[in-house]
């Protein structure tokens, strides 16, 4: 409880910075890209559901969230037009850098190989 007001807060701030802004703008949340929600993530303390509800006040969307490989198509296409609704209704622009993990069911740890990106539990969807 709490998080969500959290991150509305945060975003609010970094909107309030007097510069000149181009781009996403606001609080994003990559698990595959930040070692603390890496861990977060790994803890189950949030879930792919979460991210969603977070993007209707930060910057982003569902970023490098990793997908089991087997999800069925309609289940990653209903994913993504559950972004592309809260951009429409919210009129602002949101993204999905989903990573589909052939081999890795919901619970597994990626195993990338990028010096840019943190391991991860893998998200149910």
């Known amino acids: 409880p709490g998080t969500l007001a959290l991150c509305a807060l945060v ?9 000149t802004l181009c781009g996403y703008t606001g609080l994003m949340l990559p698990p595959l890209e930040d070692a603390g929600l890496a861990r977060r993530a790994n803890e189950g303390s949030y879930g792919i559901q979460d ?3 977070y993007s209707a006040v930060c910057g982003i969307g569902l970023d490098t969230v990793p997908i ?6 309609e289940k990653v296409a209903a994913l993504y037009l559950d972004v592309a609704a809260l951009a429409f209704r919210l009129r602002k622009p949101l993204s999905a850098r989903l990573f589909p993990t052939p081999g890795k069911a919901a619970g597994d740890m990626t195993e990338l190989k990028n010096p840019h990106l943190c391991n991860a539990q893998v998200f149910k969807v």
């Open 11 to 19: 975003t609010s701030a970094l909107k309030a910075v007097p510069l």
């Open 51 to 53: 991210l969603l509800t």
């Open 68 to 73: 089991p490989g087997n999800v069925p198509e």
